[in-house]
């Protein structure tokens, strides 16, 4: 049986979709497909490169990042078919590097025949060039023992949280302990 709602412990890895039209083709008689043009030849701009889609693809990450501790264990990655805008370049590596999304991953290798945006400096973006690379990436997410946590903590707190968590035997303890103490 399927349940609509599902538990947070239960769900591996989310994907939130941003798929749009990125390349335009014509039909003509008798069985000709004609390519008239990508999305920089035609007026509106795919989803990665508007800036409220991706804006709402980081509202819905951070809302599932503070709906409860469960949820952060969740890796979050926003699927495109496009590329990003230079001026997202920093936001996205930032975020992934922040931990509220592990990723923005586009499945189109050839957007369009100019420049594009690949893959940014931390890979907060990629384009990703083959099946092997996405489940590779995927696995990886997977199989990591993940842990996001967020706070705005003074330096005298953080060094405390610190100092009482290296006390612990393992590292592991160690992450658990500080985990702990900043959610609490």
């Known amino acids: 049986m399927s349940n609509i709602n599902q538990q947070a412990e239960n769900i591996k890895i989310l994907f939130e979709i941003k798929m749009s039209v990125v390349s335009n083709y014509k039909f003509s008689q008798p069985n000709k497909i004609e390519f008239v043009g990508d999305y920089k030849q035609h007026k509106g701009n795919p989803s990665l490169l508007r800036s409220d889609s991706m804006l709402k693809a980081i509202g819905k990450s951070i809302n599932i990042r503070v709906s409860g501790f469960a949820s952060t264990k969740i890796p979050i990655i926003v699927l495109g078919n496009s ?32 420049d594009f945006v690949k893959v940014t400096l931390k890979q907060g973006f990629q384009t990703i060039q083959s099946a092997d690379k996405i489940l590779q990436l995927c696995k990886g997410l997977v199989e990591t023992d993940l842990n996001y946590f967020s706070s705005m903590t003074s330096k005298a707190k953080l060094g405390e949280f610190i100092r009482i968590a290296s006390q612990e035997s393992t590292d592991i303890a160690k992450a658990e302990k500080f985990l702990i103490l900043i959610r609490n």
């Open 83 to 114: 590329p990003i805008t230079n001026s997202y370049q920093k936001k996205v590596d930032f975020l992934k590097i922040l931990g509220v999304i592990q990723g923005f991953w586009s499945l189109n290798p050839q957007p369009t025949n100019s």
